[in-house]
């Protein structure tokens, strides 16, 4: 059954912060193709109650900062694959930082990100609604540690002098 709050709680932020890795869709304005992507690293953390952000590496297509950028809207999902089920939603509207920009702001400095020489940029998020759900449905499974292959890629390119190029 789900259950609609208007912000995170303090239950939420903890049960955002044990979670290795979380979804992230976005669509564009007026329909289009849904992009969905796993995330994972130490690149989210909680702002606020009613914010959200994370260190968005290269990859894909950069689709969810064009959806930003277009007035699309997003959706962060973190499901429990241990002992306690729950799905928990953040329906939000976002902005795309430079580093820079999330520097100034302060962002970077907050929980324990991890913000390496080959980050894009930042996502912020402001939630608006918060959603949970049973999770009675997903599976359990083991954490065995963070995937290494996005990082080495990123170190070559940059060291290659091609990330930028890339990135563009």
């Known amino acids: 059954m789900a259950e609609f709050y208007p912000e995170l709680t303090e239950e939420f932020r903890r049960f955002i912060e044990a979670q290795h890795i979380f979804f992230v869709a976005s669509a564009p304005p007026g329909g289009g193709r849904v992009n969905l992507s796993p995330k994972g690293y130490k690149s989210l953390t909680v702002l606020d109650s009613r914010t959200v952000a994370y260190v968005d590496y ?29 799905i928990l939603r953040l329906f939000c509207r976002g902005e795309v930082l430079t580093l820079e920009e999330a520097e100034r702001r302060g962002i970077l400095a907050r929980g324990e990100l991890e913000v390496p020489d080959y980050a894009r940029q930042v996502i912020l998020l402001h939630i608006e609604e918060v959603m949970t759900s049973c999770g009675y449905g997903v599976p359990y499974f083991r954490y065995l540690g963070d995937r290494e292959t996005l990082r080495e890629w990123c170190r070559r390119k940059l060291a290659q002098g091609e990330l930028e190029k890339y990135l563009r």
Do not use: D, Q, Y
């Open 58 to 86: 290269p990859g894909s297509g950069n689709a969810t900062a064009r959806h930003i950028r277009e007035g699309g809207s997003v959706t962060l999902m973190f499901c429990s694959f241990e002992a306690k089920p729950m």
